[in-house]
């Protein structure tokens, strides 16, 4: 059974980082694209990076280019999201997604979902 398990969400002040992390299990991931997203309150989910497999530079959404780093391990079928410099408008319910093929992006079809975890920035 195919599972994506995200882990690392918290809460932490303004200018604060965390990282998160999402193993996959019960499939084969190294083909396919992997990405977190995210869902702000009231809003829809958004890309927040995407990352394929030893190919190509990651896509990074604007709002995170420069303080988020998606990092890939596929041995251990496992990508983290690095945050810097949180802000408050960063609190959403981020997801791990995995599908699809290279050019990885915001568009790209993710056929599985994690079930979320919450960040939330306070000021």
């Known amino acids: 059974q195919v599972r994506l398990e995200e882990s690392g969400g918290g809460s932490v002040q303004d200018g604060g980082s965390l990282r998160l992390s999402c193993d996959a299990s019960?499939?084969?991931?190294?083909?396919?694209?992997m990405a977190w997203f995210r869902q702000r309150p009231g809003n829809q989910r958004e890309a927040v990076a995407a990352?394929?497999?030893?190919?190509?530079?990651?896509y990074y959404n604007t709002f995170a280019e420069g303080r988020f780093t998606i990092s890939r391990d596929s041995d251990k079928n496992t990508i983290a999201l690095h945050m810097n410099s949180l802000k408050p408008e960063d609190t959403a319910t981020y997801f791990c997604?995995?599908?699809?093929?290279?050019?990885?992006?915001?568009?790209?079809?993710?056929?599985?979902w994690g079930q979320g975890t919450q960040v939330t920035v306070s000021s």
């Open positions: 997604a995995a599908g699809g093929n290279w050019p990885c992006g915001p568009r790209t079809a993710y056929d599985y």
């Open positions: 019960g499939g084969t991931y190294r083909r396919f694209c």
């Open positions: 990352i394929y497999n030893g190919r190509g530079s990651p």
